[in-house]
């Protein structure tokens, strides 16, 4: 199973057709599994839910529902599902309605193809991907909230059973949450991306989040993203 990896599962979502198309036909040409295409919101909902992609590469405006509420949609019902937003947006406003929705990465329209490829199989192993420029601005709307008094939880004293995460699983938390990508995790910490991989994945079972977008608000809260 090793030698074979299975390709990475994709779903196109855009309303141009052309468009569409040229995007589904480079992820094929590249190795990916182009599992459905849709055409709007609605549509797309329908096709993600029986397609079951890795990842979800979606335009924002969208004809029948809107591309933030797909992602929202879909997201609820399997918070395994990655999504990377292709749109011709960058506006500061969509891109962080985006992220609030679900989405782990935003790609503007103007990339190129190697770029897309990229973003898409970063995307698919739970790296946040954005377009040079927004990945501040989004670390600096995920310290905003993270600034924000959170509704306190029931008890109010402190939470008895805060996790326990090992030294190491710190030590990557804490660079997750500066934005390095696993690659840059594994060189300054020496050791495989594998390994980078399944540290952040038990860090989230321990904390019982759903991705690494959760993961970086937590550790923002918690202050791991100064020095």
């Known amino acids: ?46 096709r993600a839910r029986a397609a079951a992609p890795d990842v979800l590469v979606l335009d924002l405006n969208l004809p029948a529902k ?11 019902v399997n918070p395994a ?11 500061h406003a969509d891109v962080l309605e985006a992220v609030k929705s679900g989405a782990t990465g935003y790609l503007l329209k103007s990339a190129s193809t190697e770029e897309l490829l990229d973003a898409v199989r970063r995307t698919a192993v739970g790296d946040p991907v954005f377009t040079p420029g927004l ?53 300054r910490l020496v050791i495989s991306h594998r390994t980078v991989q399944n540290h952040v994945q038990n860090t989230l079972g321990k904390l019982q989040l759903h991705n690494r977008v959760e993961l970086v608000r937590y550790a923002i809260e918690r202050g791991l993203d100064g020095d």
């Not at 999504?83 to 506006?91: D, H, P, R, T, Y």
């Open 1 to 46: 199973m090793s030698a074979q990896q299975d390709p990475i599962k994709v779903m196109v979502v855009d309303d141009h057709p052309m468009w569409r198309d040229a995007v589904a036909r480079d992820l094929t040409e590249s190795g990916f599994e182009v599992v459905a295409t849709a055409g709007d919101g609605e549509q797309a909902v329908r």
């Open 66 to 76: 809107p591309g933030v509420q797909v992602c929202k949609e879909l997201v609820a």
């Open 81 to 91: 599902l990655r999504v990377l937003v292709l749109s011709a947006s960058g506006e």
């Open 135 to 187: 990945a501040g601005l989004v670390l600096g709307e995920y310290r905003r909230l993270a600034a924000e008094p959170a509704p306190a939880p029931g008890s109010g004293a402190d939470e008895p059973k805060a996790p326990r995460l090992t030294e190491r699983e710190t030590e990557v938390l804490r660079l997750v949450a500066k934005g390095l990508s696993y690659k840059q995790i594994a060189e």
